[in-house]
């Protein structure tokens, strides 16, 4: 499914269960001792899904241990991103010379817990996705939301290190399936804030991407002799 939501060049896999083998590296499987069999199947998995992405990037499969602020850190010259809920786990890689961010998020569908939709929206959010609910009543819009954020999020914090609430985003959902999340960081933002992504919501789920390409230098100025 994920696939779906991403630019070319951008490796997923997802898997909707743990049933398939999902070895450990050691280091990894050092930090998962103690962790409950839920989060260690669901890492597990997720850490699967990241080394068949390495693997069709031609990348060696390595541990991926957490960097500052959870984010996994991936081998230099690659970024990705990690997301696993009930039902799903899933991750996607790309050359860091092709896609400067990745962000995935992946959400059961269905409505927030109670008291969620007051915390990460404001006032014109909550009109927007009012209005999205009345025109389009099928669809988990607060759902959709919430991961919107959160993979924009995912996306923003590996290339600063900076945390955001939900408050710091303002985020407006097309029923095309796009979304714009622009962060507002209480300090001069290191990189352009406003992300572009993509949501799907199928088979129970909510999924939702950030991916941001690299764009191509502009062509160099040839500058031609005037008449002199
Ligand atoms: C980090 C966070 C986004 C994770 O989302 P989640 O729905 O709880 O969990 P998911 O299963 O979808 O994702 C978990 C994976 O995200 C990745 N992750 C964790 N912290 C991360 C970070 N700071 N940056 C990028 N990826 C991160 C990890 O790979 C993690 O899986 P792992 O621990 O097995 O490696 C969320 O817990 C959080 O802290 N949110 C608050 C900040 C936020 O979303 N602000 C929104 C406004 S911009």
Do not use: N
């Not at 409950?36 to 990037?57: D, I, K, S, V, Y």
């Not at 007051?118 to 988990?140: G, K, V």
């Amino acid at each position: 499914m994920i696939e779906e939501l991403l630019p070319p060049g951008v490796t997923s896999s997802e898997a909707f269960d743990d049933a398939a083998p999902a070895p450990l590296f050691p280091a990894e499987a050092a930090l998962m001792e103690g962790r409950r069999e839920r989060r260690r199947r669901q890492f597990a998995t997720a850490r699967a899904c990241a080394r068949r992405c390495l693997t069709e990037l031609g990348r060696p499969p390595v541990a991926l241990l957490p960097g500052p602020g959870g984010a996994p850190r991936w081998p230099s010259g690659v970024v990705g991103s990690i997301t696993h809920c009930e039902g799903y786990r899933a991750a996607v890689a790309a050359p860091a010379s092709a896609v400067a961010a990745l962000g995935i998020d992946a959400e059961p569908a269905g409505p927030l817990p109670e008291g969620v939709l007051a915390l990460i929206t404001s006032a014109p959010e909550r009109a927007h996705l009012a209005a999205l609910a009345t025109a389009y009543p099928s669809l988990p819009w607060d759902r959709i939301f919430f991961s919107a954020k959160e993979a924009a999020y995912k996306a923003w914090y590996p290339a600063t290190g900076i945390w955001l609430g939900f408050r710091e985003a303002t985020l407006a959902l097309s029923p095309e399936g796009t979304f714009t999340t622009t962060l507002h960081p209480s300090v001069p933002p290191p990189v352009d804030p406003v992300y572009e992504g993509r949501w799907l919501a199928g088979r129970d789920l909510v999924l939702t991407a950030v991916a941001r390409t690299v764009r191509a230098p502009a062509p160099a100025m040839i500058s031609t002799p005037g008449p002199s």
